[in-house]
């Protein structure tokens, strides 16, 4: 395994097993990520080949993944955004 993962002999013979798992961890974290990547890119793809002429829909509409951000409630976005509120107030007034 770690011969695929361009280490020579001398340095798999020498590495401890604390360094070799943190090298195992670290592969795994690429290689999800690259899996990742490749995913989004086919889902991106398919909602432009299904949306061809409509806005608005984006690829996380129509597939998600276990990776995506759970949707926020109106009232979990409203507590997180309490500044903004008062500051568009604030400009609708001054119109």
Request: proline share 3%; hydrophobic share 40%.
């Amino acid at each position: 395994m770690a011969y695929a993962w361009g280490w020579e002999e001398d340095k798999f013979l020498n590495s401890s097993i604390d360094f070799f798992t943190k090298t195992y961890k670290g592969k795994k974290l690429i290689e999800f990520d690259s899996l990742k990547i490749q995913y989004e890119v086919a889902r991106y793809t398919a909602t432009r080949v299904l949306t061809v002429h409509r806005k608005g829909a984006l690829p996380a509409d129509w597939w998600r993944f276990p990776w995506d951000a759970k949707p926020k409630t109106r009232a979990e976005w409203l507590e997180e955004n309490k500044e903004l509120i008062d500051i568009w107030d604030k400009l609708d007034k001054a119109k």
